[in-house]
């Protein structure tokens, strides 16, 4: 069994998604220019959790949802031991003058994000991008990188580790804190 | 997700003989990511922008050099080009001084085509670069074999049990041999059919079946793949002239339609039109050369990202 400590469990972690939505919905409003763009691969489930939310408690649908995969534009290919496998770029709109909502599970050293931010530049010149987390650690930032809509903020050592797991994929939705990376490994 | 293996089991990549399925798997996991970002509005990834690359031609090459050097700027590697005809070469520099000069420029990667077999493989021993053969004498070519098992399995499905014939000059074609020993490791079975002088001896030894009958070779095959008459490296006629070529080994509209069946049509090109392939049958909806073409640049760009990872 895991040795992580549960720092949100199932239904605080629900809550939680809702007040996003809701956040979102008063940045937002309507959503008629807006896009969602999920970073592969933990990053989507996010993002799909949330627009179900919307979809299913407050009606609110057809957001132009897409999949961004940043293994191509990552600063440290060729510095690690282990080549970094791609998954699936998925998204058939241009972000050309819309608002982009990018969502990851963990802010971290802020890396992941201004690779994706390099990737969606090649979709077209967004009118503005905002940063949606389930997690923001906020020590240990490497760049200068910030969230605007964040599930829960986390301040850990930089050894510690930080999982967000779902439901359907893992045994439940919960977000679990490790002391050491060694860890998790099961 | 399905188990993929994350590394290549070589360095470089010299020729299919050296790969194991479970890299041709990789190859073409990371080929279908690469074929979207070329299909892009922006075409690029910055993925190889601190990487080197030089293509070295000592022999004549159009569509592999294009594909490869559109594949290393579409991975923001920087890109140096040689060709023999213009080179020291002439002036008598031997091989391995003319890649060690190069090298000490600070290359990370040749792309080296050169008409003598192992050339390549000769260079890996000697160098520290990573070395990717693009077509070495009648040895092998491999990247060629990777798109065009690519480009097949991306047409009708997983290709173990598939019938697949290879037509025309075998002999003097390093793209036969590649194609053998990469569709044999995906699990297909492969028929060699030519005029007898076109076909090496003891190819059976390889595995494959060996035919002499172009119509019979048809009805049998799901996809054929038909070469070019190499006549630049044919120093003796092998058979009576082209017409008669034509007549018994070019696959033509008719010849297709005699088999009652939908198959799939490739070639490496360049296309000796109306000698081993008539033009009907090239630019019908059987024929999928020009993806073949497009694949190659998605194929060599998971080449050279995978290798590049393994410094």
Redesign the interface.
Known sequence: MDKGRVILDQPRMALTIDRLCYQLIEEFDDFSNTCFIGIQQRGVFLAQRILQRLDQAMDIKRIDFGKL?I????DD??RRD?????????INF?VENKNVVLVDDVLYTGRTISAAL??L????RPARVELLVMVDRRFNRHLPVQSTFQGIRVDALDEAYVRVEWEGIEEEDRVLLFGHKNEMDK | MAAVTQHLSTRHLLGIKDLTAEDIHLIFHTSDNFKEVINRPIRKVPSLRDVTIANLFFENSTRTRISFELAEKRLSADVVNFSASSSSVKKGETLLDTVNNILSMKVDMVVMRHPAPCAPKFLSEHIDANIINAGDGTHEHPTQALLDAFSMQEKVGRLTGKKVAIFGDILHSRVALSNIFCLQKLGAEVTVCGPPTLIPKHIERLGVHVSYNRDETLAWCDIANILRIQLERQDIKYFPSLREYAQYFGVDRRALDRTGKELVVMHPGPINRGVEISSDVADSEHSIILQQVENGVAVRMAILYLLAART
Do not use: C, I, Q, V
């Open positions: 995969d293994t191509f534009y990552r290919f060729r282990k080549p970094l496998e791609a998954s699936k770029t998925d241009l390099a990737a530049n090649h979709y077209g």
